[in-house]
């Protein structure tokens, strides 16, 4: 029988990572006890399964990552390791075992042969796999780096960190650039929108902060959610983030206009951990603190049209459901981005 998403994967321990391969329907994850798994997700029901586990990690893993080419899995622990996976078989292909002084805690592959690492002291390095050595070694933020991104050409990489400053390194000529104002809280994500001319970068107490892609030194604009915090955000479209956080709830927002559109799922009451989408853009992925990875049909995101124009919505009612998954019914939100329909009582709004 087929289902809209593919049906949940439920874990022995907390995942605290997921990562979507870039062409195939697979979906890496690593736990609390420092096991990475890979599965194959189908829409077809009883089609997921479990292609292999590894538990070389010594304590919890924290972070996964496929290359671009998708055919190694890269993963991270609080142990200080770096591992690298054949994705086929999941055989350990290269490890470094002492790779950071301590806790890692993110990985951002950037090309074939480059990647960046970032631990918990705000220690980011770029390894080259051809050397088999760090090509740059910076600690220009006081705490964790919690998130990075890389622009297209794989020149600019931006660091996220627990200090409130988004950092800006220079990958080909191995440097430092500079360093953000701090915002208020933890910075816990970076993503690039746009086109890649505006970042959007989430923070600890439920603010999304946004840069202008030549003016790192300040943020350009800020937009305040009605939520806990801003764990994680992954790009949908140029324009739409979903954004997990503490309080289960997956959110919808597009960025300039600042709105948030609604609920795409929930893991009721468990913090999100991690979100990740699918090759299309079609599905999205997330996992909670209640040891389970769960799929959500967002395929409806990516033909919207957010406008300006905005009308008065009464506040602190319940967000617009946005799925067919997500708590209340998803029927009467179309309705409200067109002109001649009047808002429903209890949309969320920023």
């Known amino acids: 029988r087929l289902r809209d998403t593919p049906e949940d994967i439920c874990f022995e321990a907390t995942a605290n990572a997921i990562a979507l391969h870039p062409a ?11 096991d990475v798994y890979l599965y ?7 089609e997921n399964r479990q292609l292999w586990s590894s538990g070389h990690h010594l304590k919890s893993c924290r972070d996964v990552a496929f290359s671009q080419d998708g055919q190694k899995l890269f993963t991270v622990s609080k142990d200080k390791s770096v591992h690298i996976l054949t994705v086929e078989e999941g055989r350990l292909e290269t490890c470094f075992p002492k790779a950071h002084g301590s806790a890692l805690n993110c990985v951002l ?3 074939n042969h480059i990647f960046a690492t970032g631990d918990d002291d705000g220690v980011l390095k770029v390894w080259d796999l051809r050397k088999g050595d760090a090509i740059l070694e910076a600690r220009q933020q006081e705490e964790y780096i919690s998130a990075m991104a890389v622009d297209g050409n794989g020149k600019i990489l931006l660091t996220a960190s627990g ?6 390194f220079n990958v080909k000529r191995r440097r430092f650039e500079l360093l953000s104002e701090p915002q208020n809280g933890d910075l816990t994500s970076v993503v690039l929108l746009k086109r890649g001319k505006k970042v959007a970068c989430g923070s600890s107490e439920g603010t999304i902060y946004l840069f ?15 939520a806990e915090s801003v764990d994680c955000v992954v790009p949908v479209t140029d324009s739409i983030v979903c954004v997990g956080s503490l309080d289960g709830v997956i ?4 960025i300039l206009p600042n709105r948030v559109l609604g609920c ?3 893991h009721l009451g468990e913090p999100i951990e991690r979100l990740a989408v699918a090759p299309g853009g079609r599905l999205l992925a997330s996992c909670a603190h209640d040891q389970k990875v769960k799929f959500w049909d967002v395929s409806a995101l990516g033909g919207l049209v957010v406008d300006d124009y905005r009308r008065k919505k009464k506040k602190g009612g319940p967000l617009r459901a946005l799925s067919s998954k997500a708590a209340g019914s998803g029927e009467d939100f179309f309705a409200d981005l067109r002109d001649e329909a009047e808002p429903a009582a209890g949309s969320d709004s920023d």
Do not use: H, K, M
């Open 24 to 34: 195939r329907p697979l979906l890496a994850a690593g736990d609390v006890d420092g």
């Open 109 to 111: 592959p950037i090309d």
């Open 40 to 46: 194959w997700y189908s829409c077809t029901e009883g």
């Open 163 to 168: 200090d409130g400053t988004l950092g800006v």
């Open 212 to 226: 202008n892609w030549d003016g790192f030194g300040a943020a350009s604009d800020r937009f305040a959610l009605r």
């Open 251 to 254: 959110r919808a927002v597009n």
């Open 264 to 266: 795409v799922g929930q």
